[in-house]
């Protein structure tokens, strides 16, 4: 256990920075499947939307240091290819 009060404080706050980063990468997570379902279902529109949605979402948890830019960007190009796969 930490002794020391800045310890203390450096653990509440990576507690709270911990729950904040969980939760942006459920969100993003649940984005992805959003346009796979959509994808796999044959709806292109829909697919178009919701990689919309997605990708900006995904540049952001970049911004915030949730994920490094070579995740995001292979995360953003493989939802894109299966995107336009879709006819």
Same mark, same amino acid.
């Given at each position: 256990? !930490?002794?020391?009060?800045? *310890? +203390? +404080?450096?653990? $509440?706050?990576? #507690?709270?920075?911990?729950?904040? =980063?969980?939760? !942006? @990468?459920t *969100? ?5 499947? +959003? ?5 796999? #279902?044959? +709806?292109? !529109?829909?697919? $178009? ?7 900006p979402? @995904?540049?952001? #948890?970049? =911004?915030?240091? @949730?994920?490094?830019?070579?995740? #995001?960007?292979?995360? @953003? ?11």
């Amino acid at each position: 256990m !930490a002794n020391h009060e800045s *310890t +203390k +404080k450096d653990i $509440r706050r990576n #507690a709270r920075r911990r729950e904040r =980063n969980r939760q !942006a @990468i459920t *969100t993003m997570r649940t984005l992805a499947r +959003k346009v796979e379902e959509a994808v796999s #279902a044959g +709806k292109s !529109a829909e697919a $178009r939307e919701a990689l919309m949605r997605a990708v900006p979402f @995904i540049d952001h #948890a970049v =911004n915030r240091g @949730i994920l490094h830019r070579n995740t #995001a960007s292979r995360k @953003i190009s493989r939802l894109t290819l299966k995107v336009n796969g879709v006819r």
